[in-house]
């Protein structure tokens, strides 16, 4: 059986006459392709496929969740009668939420597609891969190499009580690079990945060799570099180092429930300055360059909610939960892995509006600082209740009388994330978002694709060390 709105009415229906208030049905189809070559050999072709449904009911305030795997219309039932009992258990012992009311709209969004990955020949993929990663691990000085291809179709179908009525249908396409590169003694590895929102199309157009080689090309470099002097420096931060560390660092701090549980440094702070007037953050379901969410997975509409304008905290994101426990509007953050999971509250496509300067012009004064940069980056520790981060970023260089020079690697950053907003003086033009079908955001044990960047900023003064 296949997923539509009217399977979903159907369901709405039925649970709907077992005396609940108000309540969610989620369907779900998935496929997923991935192809792994390691060092020349096939480490992995699987191509897995996944459907669900989940329920979500109300009952005097009370909320239970119940889900099936299969489609069949008595798992489905059997599922909503675990997500009916554990309301009324919940409600019996007085555990209630309230929830934001919300008049619920109609949607169809499909992402374009031109060719559908599982309509290409398996071995023309395989090749592809196959021979990127030959060309990698044939380089002097490139001792591993790992090239992935990716392929997700993800279809979701909310329908709600209150009216909701949405059939979201996203594919999503890449490859992703690891190269390792030995000198002497010193080992460096970078990772880079491009996805597409469409089909293999965008494989088929892509340079993807001159890809490879660009991040062969910069473990070789930087395994011959030395690691930074550790101090305090003026840094120009590239567009996917800003993506990452909005995210992670600020980003996590803004969901509502983080907020609402006081572990948010960002807690009792609407309408205060926390950041640069340079700095105005938003989070965007339609991004160009991002992961598509035109709606949340509680039916509400995702619009672009600007959380911070021109340096003042405006808003978080929210659930239906959240927003009335925070006292602030919907804005279509309540998002879920699949339907074994009920909704938490998620970004989807969180980034910095690009300023007025050219890249080149935050450069102009530094005598001596950095150059920092996303690529290779490989994550770090954030803490939201304080507003924390250490990461560890890609290879990256010392900026010298306003021009990048040399290379370093093991390069650290570290910082507090208000501090590091405002000290921004200087933002670029160059607005630029990525996405990834390899991975995702995770939280509660949940991961979500969400897309990330931002345009080139300069921080006046940030931590920097070396590993």
């Known amino acids: 059986m296949s997923i539509d709105i009217y399977f979903g009415r159907k369901i709405v229906d039925s649970v709907l006459e077992k005396g609940v208030e108000d309540t969610i049905v989620r369907l779900q189809e998935r496929v997923y392709e991935l192809i792994i070559f ?133 594919r999503a396409v890449g490859i992703s690079h690891t190269a390792i590169a030995k000198s002497g003694d010193i080992m460096e590895r970078v990772h880079e990945q491009k996805t597409f929102i469409g089909g293999f199309e965008h494989i088929d157009s892509f340079d993807w060799f001159k890809f490879t080689e660009e991040i062969d090309g910069l473990a070789l470099k930087a395994s011959q570099a030395k690691t930074p002097p550790p101090g305090i420096y003026t840094a120009v931060i590239d567009n996917t180092l800003i993506g990452l560390l909005l995210h992670e660092a600020f980003g996590h701090a803004a969901e509502g429930d983080i907020v609402a549980s006081g572990a948010s440094v960002l807690r009792g702070k609407i309408d205060e300055s926390i950041a640069s007037t340079k700095v105005t953050i938003v989070d ?44 602030q509007d919907l804005t279509g953050n309540a998002r879920a892995q699949d339907t074994n999971f009920d909704t938490i509250v998620r970004q989807t496509n969180l980034y910095m509006l690009p300023g007025e300067s050219r890249v080149d012009e935050l450069f102009e004064g530094i005598s001596i600082g950095f150059y920092l940069l996303g690529k290779g980056a490989m994550g770090g520790q954030v803490d939201p209740s304080v507003g924390t981060f250490t990461f560890s970023v890609g290879p990256s260089y010392i900026v010298r009388n306003g021009e990048p020079s040399e290379l370093v690697r093991g390069t650290v950053v570290s910082g507090n994330i208000l501090e590091t907003l405002r000290e921004v003086d200087l933002v670029a033009k160059d607005l630029k978002i990525t996405t990834s079908v390899f991975g995702g955001c995770g939280k509660g044990g949940q991961m979500v694709r969400v897309g990330t960047g931002g345009p080139h900023i300069r921080v006046k003064r940030i931590v920097v060390g070396g590993i």
Do not use: Q
């Not at 209630?96 to 290409?120: F, H, T």
């Not at 997975?297 to 659930?319: D, I, P, Q």
């Open 38 to 170: 390691d060092n020349g050999v096939l480490r992995s072709y699987n191509i897995s496929r996944s459907s669900g449904v989940g329920v979500r009911v109300f009952i005097n305030g009370s909320t239970g969740y119940g889900y099936t795997s299969s489609l069949d219309w008595d798992s489905i039932s059997t599922a909503a009668r675990r997500a009916v009992k554990s309301a009324k258990s919940l409600s019996r012992h007085g555990v209630s939420k309230k929830m934001l009311s919300y008049e619920g709209s109609k949607c169809v969004y499909s992402a374009p597609i031109k060719l559908n990955p599982m309509d290409v020949d398996s071995e023309r993929k395989v090749s592809l891969i196959k021979e990127l990663n030959l060309a990698s691990i044939k380089k002097e000085g490139i001792v591993s190499a790992v090239t992935r291809y990716g392929y997700e179709m993800d279809r979701k179908i909310i329908v709600t009580s209150y009216g909701s009525e949405v059939d979201i249908d996203v």
């Open 284 to 327: 965007d379901g339609l991004a160009e360059g991002g992961y598509p969410v035109p709606y949340d997975e509680e039916g509400v509409e995702k619009n672009k909610t600007v959380v911070v304008n021109e340096g003042v905290l405006k808003r978080f994101l929210n659930s239906r939960y959240t927003a009335i426990e925070l006292n």
